[in-house]
């Protein structure tokens, strides 16, 4: 069993920033791909940034434009997403999930096997 929990959610102002923190516990391999996800109220579900944990490849949806970056911490069996340049768009429930024995990450959250409760993101203008 693989359990994720999310950290550092938060209401912040256009521009400002947020770290957002999932730590996993449980039997996951090398060949793990740990994800953020979004939604927003009456929207799907949608990849944010994903992170292979055997080399550390990262891969990011195409609106986050060089704003969040994803990291990995493998002896805290951590991930992070610092979150830069905040937008009011930005406003979503943001997931953890890890997608196990993967050969790469995949956008489609379908594909992922354990999910976190969520952490809320605010972003006003």
């Known amino acids: 069993q693989v359990q994720l929990v999310e950290s550092g959610g938060g209401s912040v102002q256009t521009g400002g920033s947020l770290r957002l923190s999932c730590i996993v516990s449980g039997d996951i391999d090398r060949n793990t791909c740990l994800a953020w996800f979004r939604q927003a109220p009456g929207k799907e579900r949608e990849g944010v940034a994903g992170i292979y944990r055997a080399n550390g490849r990262t891969s990011y949806g195409a609106f986050v434009k060089g704003r969040f970056t994803i990291s990995q911490d493998i002896t805290a069996n951590s991930i992070y997403l610092q979150m830069d340049a905040l937008k009011p768009e930005d406003t979503a429930m943001y997931y953890c999930?890890?997608?196990?024995?993967?050969?790469?990450?995949?956008?489609?959250?379908?594909?992922?096997?354990?999910w976190g409760q969520g952490t809320q993101v605010t972003v006003s203008s």
């Open positions: 999930a890890a997608r196990l024995q993967s050969g790469s990450c995949d956008p489609r959250p379908s594909v992922y096997n354990y």
